[in-house]
């Protein structure tokens, strides 16, 4: 995957009790964003949500139930202006290592590996959709309810299936005259 940002072996990571309580508090604003009623009679509150826990999210951005953004790795996502998510759609933002995962191994133990997720204007994810961490999905592109998208998606396409793939180009609007 391309656009690497960062390694951290999980078992030598750094835990301060300070970032305990960071990650706990995100992790409460997540639930917040995903399931609170607050959030269907104010649907700005989820985008707004999702900033404070650190997600680069544009104008526009509708969020529904349930929708899962990496909140550990919040900083990597970025989402453009008139951005859709369905519900239960997940994006993730980070990794872990399987080439060093054994027989015998423990997996908690494989390096973490983040990513920079991006989501351009206009595109939709759509309900129950997986994105994987490093993808792109391109301007107005459309990803299909259940999909999982390993690859990077090209703008103003239709992307279905497991893994993910091309249905087909979306069409320029047809002039009126």
């Avoid at 607050?38 to 951005?61: A, D, E, H, S, T």
């Avoid at 550990?72 to 759609?89: C, G, M, Q």
């Amino acid at each position: 995957m391309k656009s690497e940002i960062f390694i951290r072996k999980a078992k030598n990571a750094p835990t301060t009790i300070l970032r305990r309580i960071k990650l706990a508090f995100f992790w409460f604003l997540s639930n917040i964003a995903k399931y609170s009623v607050i959030c269907w009679m104010f649907p700005k509150m989820r985008p707004f949500l999702w900033r404070c826990i650190g997600v680069k999210i544009g104008k526009n951005v509708c969020i529904g139930w349930d929708v899962f953004l990496d909140v550990n790795y919040a900083k990597h996502l970025i989402v453009e202006d008139d951005v859709w998510f369905t519900n239960r759609s997940i994006v993730f933002c980070h990794r872990r290592d399987m080439s060093e995962y054994y027989i015998g191994g423990r997996y908690k133990e494989c390096t973490q590996h983040a990513y920079k997720t991006v989501i351009k204007k206009g595109a939709c994810v759509s309900t129950g959709a997986i994105v994987m961490p490093g993808v792109t999905i391109g301007e107005g592109a459309v990803v299909g309810a259940g999909a999982v998208v390993t690859k990077d998606v090209p703008a103003w396409s239709l992307v279905a299936g497991v893994p993910a793939k091309v249905i087909k180009m979306l069409p320029e609007k047809p002039c009126k005259e």
